[in-house]
């Protein structure tokens, strides 16, 4: 007999290499044990799994390179300017290339924002957190900054900078070494500089590339040019 958790997702991909058949499945659907999230993913029958029990048994079950980060990544560990008065949707980040299934994008439809992007090392940084693939507080900064300034604002993640006192600079070097947003770089750089973190002389500044030429943050900013770029001043909130 299939045992399926109160917050568990199954994939029809896992259970069939498990040994269960389609008829298996349907018949566990037909008696109310479990019903279909969608074609190919099932949960136990009248529960709502949660968004991080189907992230998991998509990068588990599945081989996705899908994980929780950015803005959710940082919430988790506490690190947040202000509570919002909503749930705010979850940040996911998925690998250049890779699809998500449908099922999840239809069950958990508005209830996520999506980044595809390998602007960072497949992996790297990612950490499992109560049962989910979550970024370290590393990563999610810079996710954080990819965003920036079209879902965010410089001048939040200045003041979610300042509550990042214990960040670790060698994972934080190999991040910044391998990254391949110039503009990341530079915002990361700048902030920073001005926030002055105690890890922040350990950052090699020397390995981390940061590109030619000048990146516009904000069209209507001013021009910085220790960082080549055009922001609005970011201690404004």
Not at 62 to 86: C, D, E, N, Y
Not at 116 to 139: A, I
Request: positive net charge; aromatic residues 10%.
């Amino acid at each position: 007999m299939l045992s399926l958790g109160d917050n568990q997702v199954e994939t029809a991909t896992s259970l069939l290499k498990r040994g269960y058949t389609y008829d298996k499945l349907k018949g566990y659907v037909r008696s109310g044990y479990m019903e279909s999230l969608g074609r190919g993913a099932y949960c136990k029958a009248g529960t709502r799994p949660s968004i991080e029990a189907a992230i998991l048994a998509m990068y588990e079950q599945l081989g996705v390179s899908v994980h929780l980060g950015g803005r959710t990544a940082l919430a988790k560990r506490g690190i947040v300017h202000f509570v919002p008065f909503a749930e705010l949707p979850a940040t996911i980040f998925l690998e250049r290339g890779a699809r998500l299934p449908a099922w999840f994008s239809q069950y958990y439809k508005g209830r996520f924002n999506l980044f595809r992007t390998s602007f960072l090392p497949v992996g790297h940084g990612v950490e499992m957190m109560e049962s989910c693939p979550v970024s370290s507080p590393e990563r999610a900064f810079l996710e954080f900054l990819h965003g920036v300034p079209i879902r965010q604002s410089l001048s939040e993640a200045y003041q979610l900078l300042e509550m990042m006192q214990t960040l670790r600079p060698k994972l934080l070097n190999e991040l910044l070494v391998n990254c391949t947003s110039i503009k990341v770089k530079r915002l990361f750089f700048l902030l920073s500089d001005d926030v002055n973190p105690p890890w922040w002389p350990r950052i090699k500044a020397d390995t981390v590339d940061l590109g030619s030429g000048c990146r516009v943050i904000d069209k209507d900013g001013t021009f910085n040019a220790k960082y080549n770029l055009v922001v609005k001043p970011w201690r404004e909130i």
